[in-house]
Each structure stands twice: as C-alpha cells, then as structure tokens.
RNA sequence: GCCGGUGUGGCGGAAUGGCAGACGCGGCAGAUUCAAAAUCUGUUUUGGUUUCCAAGUGGGGGUUCAAGUCCCUUCACCGGCACCA
C-alpha cells in the first residue's frame, strides 16, 4: 500500500495542539492515585535562547513521565522560570528596556521553543520567579529564616566581582574569577545578609545517606561540606600578664601534640592586634607589614602563591606546649585562614606537609612523634599503622588510640575538647543590584533591623529611571527615596528599607514546591498539595550546580521541615545528571567558538521526533558528547523506515512467531532501559526490531502496536499520528505500558559458540535448556565437536547455557 | 597534591567474567535515475599465504577453562576540590 511520506512539520504542530486542548498533561488533583514528580531544571530565559544542552535533559525526564502515566501515576512535570538575574539585567540596561519586559520576551520565546519539542509539560502550573505572587513566597521564607535566627547582616569580607559591581557567594567564585562572568574578584569588607547554612552542615551530610542521588553528586556535596573531626586545644602565652591570653587551635591530629614545635596565627587573628596594642611583640613595623600586604593580595593571589611559603615571626610571643611544657615560637603567615577552625594552628612540622615546608624554609625544629617515615626528608602523614614516639605518656599507641587519649587528657586538664568543623561557610545573600527579589527588612535608627510584616509582603521592586549598578557598592534600588523611606513596623518612625536584593539563587531553592500548588495566595503551596506531591521523584540537572542550586535547596527545603511547612526532610528522591552536548568540534559549544547549534534549525529540517531521538541516541547520557549533525539525519532515517512499516501493514493483530523473540524482546530491553537512562541502548534495540520488522517483509498490526507504543515516550508525535492512522483506538499517551512475555524471549534451540583452549572454533546448534551434565555427555559426540577436536584427549569441558562449550585439550 | 571519572574500528558508541565491535554515522561497491538528491541492497577492526590463520579494547604484569570486564602497576585525558590544620 502506497503512503504519504512521513511529514513531521505537518503532523508535529497537529499533536501539540491536539494535547493542549486535551489538557492532556496536567496533573490530577486527586491526592489518592499513586504519584510521580518529575523535574528538571528551570532555565533561566535568556536571550539567546534554548540551546540543545535543555533538551537533553527535558528529553529525558520527559520519557519517564511518558512512561509513567501508561503505568498509570498521575504525573507532575512542570516547568517555569528562573527569570531573575543579571544578564537580563545587563542586556536592559545596554538597550534601555525594562527588565520585566526584557524577561517577558525571553520567556515567550523559550516557552514556544520548548512547546516546539513536544514535551509534555503541565503548562497550567508554569512558575516566573519574578512575578511578586511568586517572590511574595521567597521573602516570606527569608522572613522566617530571620525569625529562627538563620538570617543575620555582619560586616564580612566578600567576593566582589569588578565587572558586575556586586558580591558573590564563595560557590560563586569559580578559579579566582566570578562565575557567570569571569571578571576579576577582589575582597571588599561590606555589611551582608548571610544565611546561616553551616547550622546544617551536619544534617546536610546526613541527609545524602537517605537519597536516591548518583554518587559524584554526594561525593562532590561531602567534599564541600567538609567535615573534620578533631579537637580544639589551647596554648597559653608564656609570661603574660593577662592570664586569660591563650591561643586556642583546631587539630585533627590532637595525637602529634608533643610535635608542636611552633604556632602561626592567620595575620587577621584578633589577638596579634591585643598584642600589639599591649606592646607585647618587639617587632611590631614588620608584622604591621606583613600583615598589610596579606590584605593587600585578594583570594585568588593567595592561593596561586600556595607553593611559596611566608611568614613573619611574632618577637616577644611565646606559647606554651601543653603537653611537654616547653615555650615554642609564635608566628603569622598567611597559609593559616582566619576563616576555617579558629584562625590559629600548632605546627607539627614532622607529620604536616604545610608545617614542614614552612619549618624547612624558616629554620624552625622538626621532632618525629610518630614512627614509620624519614621526618628530615618530608612530613610522614600516614595514620594507618603509624606508632607514637618522643610522646610521653602516649608513646607505643596507634594513632588513633593515641587521638582518644590525648583528647581524654586535654579535657581533664581542662585544655581543650573534641570540634567538629565544616569546611562550608555561611552563604552570603546580599546583591547590590535592581532585578533580584528586594530583602524585606526595614532599617530603624531606634529599633535596629526590622522584619516587614508579613501582611505587608510581597515587597514589590519599585518602577526606577536607572538602574545601573553604582560604583560605590551600593544597589540602585538606594537611589529611589520614595521606595527607601519608609516607617519602621516596630516604633513607627521614619526608617530605610532595605536596598540588597536576593541572590539568584533565591528563587530556585524552592520552586519545585511551588509547582505543587502555584496559584495559592495563602501559602507557598497548601499542606494537602505538598503532602501529595513531595519529594520530587525524580530530579535530573547540571552537574555545576552540585554545590549551589541543589545544595541551597536542600538547606532550605530542610528549614522549612524543621519549622513544619514541608512534610519530608529531603526534597529530592532521586537525582541524576546529564552529560554536556559539545559542539562539532568537539569544544564547548559557545558563541565564541561559532560551533553553536540551534534547536530550532533542526527541528525545522528534521522535525522535533528525530531531535529528541537523537538527543537520546548520541551517547552515553551522564557523558559528555559532541553533536553531529549528520548522526541526527540517522535519527530521522529511522523515524522514515518506521513510518514506511505502514506499507508493508497486514490486518493480523497477532504477533508472529518468528518475530516474537523480537518484539518481547524489544519491549523488555527499552522497559529496562528507559529507568536506567540508558536511552541509546534503548533506541538500538527499537532500530533492531525495526530493521528486523523490514526484513520480515510484512508487519502485524499486533507488532506495529508494541513498537509505537513503546517509542512513543521518545517521539510522540510520529506514535501518535501513527497509532491514529491505523485506529488502535483512543491516544497512545494515555495506553497502558506493553508487558512482555518472557517465555517469548527464549527459543528451543540455540547456537552456541565452540571453544577449544578458549579460542572459538566453531559454532553449533542446541537445545536451549541443555544441562552441564547433558552437554558432558552429549557434546564431545557431536559430529563438528569431534572434527574440531580430531581426536584429541579432553582434559577438561566447561560448559556455560545457551552460550558456549570451552574444550581444554 | 587529594578525590572522582574515562581510555574499545575512520567517528559516536555496544558488550550480567562467556562468540569484542550491537545500533548509528562515515566510507566503498551496486540498484534506481537523463543526472543529482533521497531511497534501497551488499560491504566495511587490522594484517596475512583470504572456505582459513594471526593479532586486537592506552602500556606492562597477574588471577581464570575463559578478561574490555577482576587484581597489581604504569601512562594519557576530562571533571571536582585545593594552604581547610
């Protein structure tokens, strides 16, 4: 029978407006069916764009929810906005249009690049984090962090970008340069709001053994919480007056006490300047130098010249080794941070690569407490099966034996305690520009930091003339007095509104609760809503936003639980991550480099079915892959050779049983696959069956049945059409998923390869349930097995079902 | 430096310890065509003395009847962290 040939431009836009006014995709309110919350990212709308890195992952997660409304769940797949953020910002300020507007056209040209793909989105939940209904919600929480004393504005050193004129929070330094813009980043003291995250530190660790996430994510989320377990110790001030001077130290090896042969202060510890004032340190004019040029080199200095290390002692300081009594010198050096531990370390030069490279270059003493290593030629850091030496009381011990009795000992004395530290620091949350989400507090002079009521949120971005950021740090949203002064909400006198606003990240650390009930005006979400609807199932995303986007969320979906809002500590099931899509060349794909391609130019020549096809076809999908176009046009030749299947249609609705093993076998490979995300796996099991289908020179209705059914989650709009053309009744989105049969997949006899000392020599046909014994028996026998073998004696015969007979002769 | 990951044809890549190279791209040959595109058929790891033999999964060693897969060692590339005491 003659067809029209296959026309994915006619009969693409067909299905997507046919599953629009179907309502198709939305999700159910009905809190009793079995739930599946899939979701991906929320891009953020800029100008350029979809690029076809989003696919990838939409594609996928797309598939599953597919998948999952045939086996029956009521599916949430959302998708929204992540529209605040400085390219938006930039791009209105060089054109002179309005951020809202800017965002609004960006959002109207990603919302028909992603319709243009088929997904099957529930687009009556969209979410615009700039939209004051939405950012209401997002201040509100910021209130409640305030309340529960997760909130607090201190005078911080930041990371201030040049470019932006703005800070940034350390996840948002990348290689000493600002992360979205690779601008230069020096330290400014300013007064910041930060959010306490290192109050969860601890049960954001804890939280990773209760998750479904893939192990480089948890990995890389430990690694940044950075926990190390040790103990605090004090050092007191040899001949002080002030008997409460101590220098107070973080170590995790408390066990190399006796090894302290010195100490270095960070040059911004608080008690070189209480020394200095007190006339304590004799050489004042070079640690006042010292520590001026510290300050002086910005982060990113400090740690390129990590190799070299400097220092300057502090004359006139001694301290005291609590544990052999003796005074050792105190000195500064900029290895030791003023912000890990206490600012302060004991050096043990013999069991620290860092002490000894610092004690080889001063000239300071070296001691071995622990045997195993050559300390005259490098630090022996081994704790493994290292042996205490030169330690008194201690000596003989493992280390770790040594560690709890030290530590025992320093607690009777009254000289320390076990510490817990964390690598993670508080997250800084001020920006100092216009297109973010205003900070709702309100600054009295009389009353100090102020919350605004709630019944007063949202606090909407006033209309501005300019908003430019200013050189001298301050947001442009200072400038708008009218907005700016205010009453204070405690004593009703004149105050000034806070003019930081939020970070980027605001906006998206709780957004995924929003989908779950978008329109409410009472509450983030109802509590009936996240109750049904939390965890997210199934969570897949960027690998760059390990330790920002998915690490704040969890920190705030986690607070939210604590104060009762949310109804599961973890937001997230299960998360996955997909591999970035290069360009031709191989390179990151980049403006820059010109090697960009452009969804829509794909779709236009190919249709959206062999994109989303090939999306899924080109690789391994946690890897990183280069684009091929011409790998693309196999897609759609495949899609052709499917669609051709209809001329060779017969009436039978059986599946015949030659094809059988074929097509079961195809339902069971893509079932499977499909959960592991191994989609190109998948889709060659569908070009097999399809090639296999070709070669039988006639289909069965029953056969072509089971293969749109089950491509349908990759290319639905050619099942659709399909599955509507030859009237298999009703839409194929919402069919049940095909079973297959396993007694299909297996036929009597098999070939089964012969080896003779491991080498295949021949092959030879057998039942398919033949035993070990039987093949003993049976085997040596057969007419080719005796030829191969030629007489030969057996010396041993391994037979493995259905695979092979290894002969070792 | 530390922690992950990856190394397989010309290319993207398959392969619960059991017949290496599935599937696709590209190439080559043929069919169709006035011709081209598209499509279809065949072929395509390498080297040979070509119905057959040998070699072959970054390199070297090992375990095993059998290793791309497990163990040891080494090299290269990619990603993350990096003076965190």
């Known amino acids: 029978m003659r067809i029209n040939p296959y026309a994915p431009n006619e009969i693409e836009p067909k299905w997507q407006r046919f599953w629009a006014e179907q309502r198709a995709f939305c999700a159910k309110s009905y809190f009793s069916r079995p739930k599946f919350f899939g979701l991906i990212e929320f891009p953020y709308p800029s100008g350029s764009g979809l690029h076809v890195g989003h696919p990838r992952s939409n594609t996928a997660i797309d598939i599953i929810a597919r998948k999952r409304r045939m086996e029956g769940y009521n599916v949430l797949f959302p998708m929204g906005w992540d529209a605040f953020g400085l390219p938006t910002e930039n791009y209105a ?28 989105f529930d687009w009556s939940r969209e979410v615009d984090t700039t939209d004051p209904a939405y950012y209401k919600w997002t201040q509100w929480i910021f209130l409640k962090l305030h309340a529960h004393g997760l909130a607090y504005k201190a005078e911080m050193p930041v ?47 804890d939280g990773l053994d209760d998750v479904d996430f893939i192990e480089k994510v948890k990995t890389q989320q430990r690694n940044w919480i950075g926990r190390s377990e040790g103990a605090e110790v004090d050092f007191a001030i040899e001949s002080s007056e002030d008997t409460s001077d101590v220098i107070r130290v973080f170590t995790t090896r408390p066990d190399t006490l006796f090894g302290a042969t010195y100490m270095v202060l960070s040059p911004e510890h608080p008690l070189v300047d209480a020394l200095i004032a007190r006339g304590t340190v004799t050489n004042a004019q070079a640690v006042a130098e010292y520590r001026a040029a510290a300050a002086r080199k910005s982060d990113f200095e400090r740690t390129e010249l990590a190799k070299d290390k400097s220092g300057v002692p502090l004359e006139g300081v001694c301290a005291i080794n609590p544990a052999t ?16 531990g206490t600012g302060a370390i004991m050096a043990v030069p ?14 300071l003493p070296i001691v071995e407490v622990v045997a195993g290593g050559n300390v005259t030629e490098g630090a022996y850091t081994d704790v493994a099966d290292g042996v205490l030496v030169n330690s008194g009381f201690i000596n003989g011990l493992r280390v770790a034996e040594a560690k709890q009795k030290i530590t025992d000992w320093l607690i009777e004395k009254g000289l320390g305690e076990r510490k817990v530290n964390y690598k993670l620091r508080d997250w ?20 100090g930091f102020v919350p605004v009521p ?15 950021p200013t050189d001298s740090g301050e947001s442009p949203l200072a400038a708008i007095t009218d907005w700016v002064n205010t009453i204070c909400p405690k004593c009703n006198g004149p105050a000034k509104r806070e003019t930081d606003t939020m970070p980027q990240w605001a906006g998206s650390s709780w957004y995924f609760m929003r989908y779950a009930d978008p329109h409410n005006a009472d509450a983030l979400a109802s509590k009936e809503a996240l109750a049904y609807w939390l965890p997210v199932d199934w969570y897949n995303g960027g690998m760059e936003h390990t330790t920002l986007h998915l690490l704040y969320s969890r920190f ?11 109804p599961t500590p973890e937001p997230y099931q299960k998360r996955t991550s997909h591999g970035m899509i290069l360009g031709e060349n191989s390179e990151k794909m980049s403006k820059s480099r010109g090697n960009v391609i452009n969804p829509d130019d794909i779709v236009d020549v190919m249709g959206a079915d062999a994109f989303r096809l090939y999306e899924m076809f080109m690789g391994a999908f946690d890897q990183a892959i280069p684009w091929s176009t011409k790998g693309a046009h196999g897609c759609r030749r495949f899609l052709d050779r499917v669609w051709r299947l209809q001329e060779i249609l017969t009436d039978s609705e059986e599946i015949s049983p030659a094809l059988a093993a074929s097509v079961h076998g195809a339902i069971k490979k893509v079932t499977e696959d499909y959960e592991r995300m191994k989609f190109n796996t998948a889709i060659a099991a569908m070009m097999s069956l399809v090639n296999d289908l070709t070669a039988a020179g006639s289909v069965t209705r029953g056969e072509l049945r089971a293969l749109l059914l089950i491509l349908s989650p990759v290319a639905p709009h050619i099942a659709e059409e399909m599955w509507e053309a030859n009237s298999f009744g009703g839409t194929i989105y919402a069919q049940p998923w095909p079973a297959w049969d396993e007694a299909a997949l297996h036929a009597d006899t098999v070939e089964i390869a012969v080896q003779i000392n491991g080498k ?33 004696p057996i010396r041993k015969l391994v037979f493995v079902q259905g695979r092979l007979l290894n002969i070792v002769i």
């Open 760 to 792: 295949v020599r021949g092959r030879i046909d057998v039942p398919a349930d033949m035993t070990p014994e039987q093949a003993a028996e049976q085997l040596p026998s057969h007419e080719k097995v005796a030829e191969l073998l030629a007489g030969r």
């Open 454 to 468: 709630e019944d007063q949120l949202p606090i909407t971005l006033p209309e501005v003339e300019r908003y430019e």
């Open 325 to 340: 009594g003796k005074p050792i010198p105190v000195w500064i050096s900029d290895y030791v941070l003023v912000t890990y």
């Open 556 to 566: 705030w979906h986690r607070f939210l639980y604590d104060i009762g809002v949310v």
């Open 159 to 205: 990371n201030w970008c040049v470019s932006c004129k703005c800070g940034l929070a350390n996840e948002e330094v990348v290689d000493g340069v600002c992360e979205r813009c690779n601008g230069e980043v020096v330290r400014r003291v300013r007064n910041q709001w930060m959010l306490r995250i290192t109050e969860y530190a601890q049960k954001l660790l």
């Open 428 to 447: 800084v949350f001020s920006r100092q520009r216009y297109w973010g989400e205003p900070i709702p507090m309100v600054e009295c002079p009389c009353c």
């Open 350 to 363: 013999g069991h620290d690569t860092r002490d000894w490279e610092f004690a080889s270059k001063f000239g």
């Open 93 to 120: 300020i060089k054109n002179k249009i309005h951020p809202r507007i800017v965002t609004q056209q960006n959002v109207d040209h990603f919302r028909t690049q992603l319709q243009r793909l088929g997904f099957s």
